[in-house]
Nanobody, 124 residues
Framework: QVQLVESGGGLVQAGGSLRLSCEFS????????MAWFRQAPGKEREFVAG???????YYTDSVKGRFTISRDNAKNTLYLQMNSLRPEDTAIYYC??????????????????WGQGTQVTVSS
């Protein structure tokens, strides 16, 4: 059974940076596609960024150029470096995993495993 544990959230001023981490355990990390999703109060959960098993990356338009997703297969860890944060980035950020099928990286329903989430709050 895959387990995902996020960390690194917090309160930051607009323009600041945070780095989220997601520790993966229970299966072979290197064959899984990984992604970050977020959910703001009163809104649906949305795709933020994803990465395939070989390191291909995908981003939603609103974070391109500001966020960077990466993975360290030796440490079984997924990261999300968030720069130039905006108040509209405020949300609970979730890590998700699925066996890589080389498609549907942004589709919520395609992911089998989810972390508990970490809160990111950006003040103006």
């Amino acid at each position: 059974q895959v387990q995902l544990v996020e960390s690194g959230g917090g309160l930051v001023q607009a323009g600041g940076s945070l780095r989220l981490s997601c520790e993966f355990s229970g299966r072979t990390f290197s064959i899984y596609a990984m992604a970050w999703f977020r959910q703001a109060p009163g809104k649906e959960r949305e795709f933020v960024a994803g990465t395939g098993r070989y390191g291909t990356t995908y981003y939603t338009d609103s974070v391109k150029g500001r966020f960077t997703i990466s993975r360290d297969n030796a440490k079984n860890t997924l990261y999300l470096q968030m720069n130039s944060l905006r108040p509209e980035d405020t949300a609970i950020y979730y890590c998700a995993a699925k066996i890589d099928t080389y498609s549907d990286y942004s589709r919520i329903a395609s992911y089998d495993y989810w972390g508990q989430g970490t809160q990111v709050t950006v003040s103006s």
